[in-house]
């Protein structure tokens, strides 16, 4: 049956969505996992996975087109299926009342049963602990796509063992089970989808759970059927489902997002490994904790990727006026719709101070010699940013209309320049982080950002924004606020100048610095004070080690 696929919404501020390039084109046999396209969004270029089995039947538009959200993408099916109803808009229900109906149409012996069970008083299956239903793991999913199950009906699991892969509206992640038992039952297959708090899985004693009774209290009498079989089956019946990946093949999935455990992520942030050149030995090539104990970095890991030449521009011809429009990305269109938000919203102030450098270059180059990533003077200037947080918490605040939310935690975005303009991935809990691991995680985040492999997650959630120019000899500049943060850092060059010292001219490392404050959070004594405290721990770098 064909089955329409909408364009989905990649990020959180996501509205329409340009086709990169299509993988696949009308008439192609197309498999569950197979990439379809690549979405260009407004925050980076992302892929788009099959999620069924088929023929591409249907295209919603070339290479380079725009679809709003929702919008047809595409349309799967079997080769000359009949997909006028999908097109013309109202079939799109047509293909699930179908297939609902097809399991009572094959088992009509069951009938006696499921009128009996109809009779009966309907379970309370919330306050059953074998039933686990589909979580939600994002504040704006309404479903999740079974993106792999770690366990097949008839595994003993164990609280903490992987169960599945759930793909949301930002990212694919990891669910864990919560109690000891056996996978009795399975709501969905890999590629499918469930709502959020349907049912996803049943754990329990086999010999204890009545499967068809909780599957018909949740689904309805129609979904029992299925349940029983797949269940009596065992776990022999799940030899043709898809087998897991062989632990051979690369960590990092299509769309860049590593296997790990909630532990070894830890640990690597902790130890600043990067998990990209880790090779998990766990289920399906999942890194865990032995990993990141025995990971020995390679010097070849070291090899840093030459940036890309930009095409020279076509010469003009003498005394003859030419020029080119180049189309609107979605990331600048949405530089351009939230940055002017910002800039004729926000009644901003700006404040300008010099910092001496002095100790901190000496400090830096001390520091490099024991650290294991390559520290940096931005990096230095997060961990200040970080600690002064703490101690001036308005600054790490936002705007919130009727409120003004006062962030406990620091989590600072640093503004990264790629190709097509300017993202802001976070470093969470900054203040508690070291400046190798602070150094090692925004390395990685510059490098994801031009490989147009960040998540979501990756750039949501500041606090505080940093904005260093300074290594392209800007000495000073003013930087436009990122919401929802209501303060931004801009970072000028280093610079040697003359410098007054004990009533002596003496040269000195100089580095200007302008914080951007919103007015209706931040007052002008407030927003000085916090610059105090961070010339206090750039001028005596030993302050940020105690």
């Known amino acids: 049956m064909a089955e329409k696929i909408l364009m989905p919404r990649l990020s959180d501020t996501m509205t329409e969505g340009v086709i990169a390039d299509w993988h696949k084109k009308v008439g192609d046999p197309v498999k569950k996992?197979?990439?379809?396209?690549?979405?260009?969004?407004?925050?980076?270029?992302?892929?788009?996975?099959?999620?069924?089995?088929?023929?591409?039947?249907?295209?919603?538009?070339?290479?380079?087109?725009?679809?709003?959200?929702?919008?047809?993408?595409?349309?799967?099916?079997e080769a000359g299926e009949d997909i006028s109803g999908l097109l013309g808009g109202n079939g799109g229900n047509a293909a699930p009342a179908a297939k609902n109906t097809a399991p009572a149409a094959e088992a009509p012996n069951e009938t006696p049963k499921e009128s009996q069970?109809?009779?009966?008083?309907?379970?309370?299956?919330?306050?059953?602990?074998?039933?686990?239903?589909?979580?939600?793991?994002?504040?704006?999913?309404?479903e999740g796509v079974i993106a792999s199950w770690a366990k097949n009906?008839?595994?003993?699991?164990?609280?903490?063992?992987?169960?599945?892969?759930?793909?949301?509206?930002?990212?694919?992640?990891?669910?864990?089970s919560y109690k000891n038992g056996t996978l009795l039952y399975q709501g969905a297959a890999k590629g499918e989808k469930i709502q959020v708090n349907d049912l996803l899985c049943i754990i329990g004693d086999a010999g204890k759970v009545d499967v068809n009774a909780i599957v018909a209290a949740v689904k309805g009498g129609g979904a029992a059927p299925a349940a029983t079989e797949t269940a009596s089956a065992g776990p022999e019946a799940q030899?043709?489902?898809?087998?897991?990946?062989?632990?051979?093949?690369?960590?990092?999935?299509?769309?860049?997002?590593?296997?790990?455990?909630?532990?070894?992520?830890?640990?690597?942030?902790?130890?600043?490994?990067?998990?990209?050149?880790?090779?998990?030995?766990?289920?399906?090539?999942?890194?865990?904790?032995?990993?990141?104990?025995?990971y020995q970095p390679a010097a070849a890991q070291s090899k840093a990727s030459s940036p890309a030449t930009a095409p020279a521009a076509a010469a003009a011809p003498a005394g003859q006026e030419s020029f080119e429009d180049v189309p609107?990305?979605?990331?600048?269109?949405?530089?351009?719709?939230?940055?002017?938000e910002v800039k004729f919203s926000a009644p901003e102030f700006y404040?300008?101070?010099?910092?001496?450098?002095?100790?901190?270059?000496?400090?830096?180059?001390?520091?490099?010699?024991?650290?294991?990533?390559?520290i940096s003077f931005n990096d230095m200037v997060l961990k200040a940013c970080a600690l002064a947080l703490k101690k001036h918490p308005a600054i790490n605040s936002s705007w919130m209309g009727e409120s003004i939310r006062v962030n406990h935690h620091v989590s600072i975005g640093v503004a990264v320049a790629v190709e097509d303009g300017l993202l802001v991935p976070v470093v969470r809990f900054a203040d508690t982080k070291s400046l190798s691991q602070i150094a090692g995680e925004v390395k990685d985040f510059a490098q994801r950002a031009k490989n147009k492999k960040l998540q979501p997650s990756d750039w949501e959630g500041n606090t505080f924004t940093i904005s260093n120019l300074g290594m392209f000899g800007i000495e000073e500049f003013t930087a436009i606020i990122n919401p929802p943060a209501s303060c931004i850092l801009a970072i000028g060059a280093i610079n040697e100048v003359p410098v007054v010292k004990n009533g002596q001219i003496g040269i000195g490392n100089i580095m200007k610095v302008t914080l951007t404050c919103d007015h209706r959070v931040v007052d002008g004594a407030t927003g000085a004070a916090f610059l105090q405290t961070l010339k206090q721990l750039l001028e005596e770098p030993l302050r940020m080690l105690v």
Do not use: C, F, W
């Open 33 to 77: 996992g197979d990439l379809l396209a690549e979405i260009e969004t407004d925050k980076a270029t992302m892929e788009l996975e099959s999620y069924k089995d088929g023929v591409i039947l249907h295209l919603g538009g070339p290479k380079g087109s725009k679809l709003q959200v929702d919008d047809l993408l595409a349309i799967v099916g």
């Open 153 to 176: 009906i008839g595994d003993p699991v164990k609280k903490g063992d992987l169960l599945a892969e759930i793909e949301t509206d930002k990212a694919t992640m990891e669910l864990e």
């Open 351 to 374: 404040l300008t101070m010099e910092i001496n450098m002095d100790k901190a270059v000496a400090s830096r180059a001390q520091m490099n010699e024991v650290s294991t990533n390559k």
């Open 239 to 294: 030899a043709a489902a898809p087998a897991p990946e062989a632990a051979a093949v690369p960590v990092a999935s299509g769309d860049g997002r590593i296997k790990a455990s909630p532990l070894a992520k830890k640990l690597a942030a902790e130890k600043g490994v990067d998990l990209s050149q880790v090779k998990g030995s766990g289920d399906n090539g999942r890194i865990i904790k032995s990993d990141i104990d025995n």
């Open 328 to 340: 609107v990305s979605q990331m600048r269109k949405t530089i351009s719709r939230r940055l002017s």
């Open 117 to 142: 069970a109809a009779a009966t008083p309907a379970l309370d299956v919330s306050k059953m602990e074998e039933v686990v239903l589909m979580p939600r793991l994002s504040d704006t999913m309404t």
